[in-house]
């Protein structure tokens, strides 16, 4: 069946660091895949995604290619700020078959300190 | 802006008794989705509607949790009778049934059994 495996957590980083949260899947088709993002006591919000291969997808920031030679989406940041302390979570939704449910990985807690 | 909205947004309740929690999906999304959050488990798909109806329900405990969709423009998903380990962070999320569009979701019902 489909995953997504995650970096663990939790990572710190000083503000202005370079992040990096890296993400692989496994599917059986081809799968349309997102970074979603929840910040304490809120729920989760969409990121950004990418929805074929080579695609970029870009947000606040944030970027992530699709790779399907490795398949892999890490997300990718110049400059993190205190504001990016959340949790974040690649996940992916795939194009055949009946059930195109979210399959997440397990999220990977970020904190940046100033 | 558009929003799914989920009440109640807090719930204490005694173990033994009954919880219903609802969802107002996206106007326009067709397809409606019960996620269950948690510290040890983290995001459990509880289950999954397409035009109303159920289409994945297996993760789901089917003795005490059901899941319904009495018109488009309500989920619910109810639990009798509650028990300590139902607490957690329910999310209702809406979206298009094709795989490249966005899933989105509420901001969740936190419920604590004691």
């Known amino acids: 069946g489909d995953s997504v495996t995650q970096m663990e957590g939790p990572v710190t980083l000083s503000e202005e660091a370079f992040l990096t949260i890296n993400c692989t899947y496994t599917?059986?088709?081809?799968?349309?895949l997102f970074w979603y993002v929840q910040y304490p006591g809120e729920g989760l919000q969409l990121l950004l995604k990418?929805?074929?291969?080579?695609d970029k997808g870009s947000n606040k920031g944030f970027e992530a290619t699709y790779r399907k030679e490795t398949t892999s989406f890490h997300l990718e940041k110049g400059s993190v700020q205190v504001s990016d302390s959340a949790v974040y979570f690649c996940?992916?939704?795939?194009?055949?078959?009946?059930?195109?449910?979210?399959?997440f990985g397990s999220g990977t807690q970020l904190t940046v300190l100033p | 802006d558009a929003r799914v909205t989920q009440t109640p947004r807090h719930k204490v309740t005694e173990m033994g008794q009954e919880v219903t929690m609802r969802c107002q999906p996206i106007?326009?999304?067709?397809?409606v989705f019960w996620y269950r959050q948690t510290m040890m488990q983290g995001l459990e798909l509880l289950a999954y509607?397409?035009?109303?109806?159920?289409?994945?329900d297996s993760g789901m405990p089917k003795d005490r949790f059901s899941a319904e969709m009495p018109d488009a423009t309500l989920a619910t998903l109810k639990i009798q009778p509650s028990e300590p380990r139902d607490s957690a962070v329910y999310f209702c999320?809406?979206?298009?049934?094709?795989?490249?569009?966005?899933?989105?979701f509420g901001e969740g019902s936190w419920l604590t059994v004691v």
């Open positions: 990418a929805t074929k291969a080579d």
């Open positions: 599917a059986t088709g081809y799968p349309s």
């Open positions: 999320a809406s979206g298009l049934a094709e795989s490249g569009n966005t899933i989105y």
């Open positions: 996940a992916l939704r795939e194009k055949v078959g009946s059930a195109r449910q979210l399959t």
């Open positions: 106007l326009g999304h067709n397809t």
């Open positions: 509607f397409r035009n109303r109806a159920p289409l994945d």
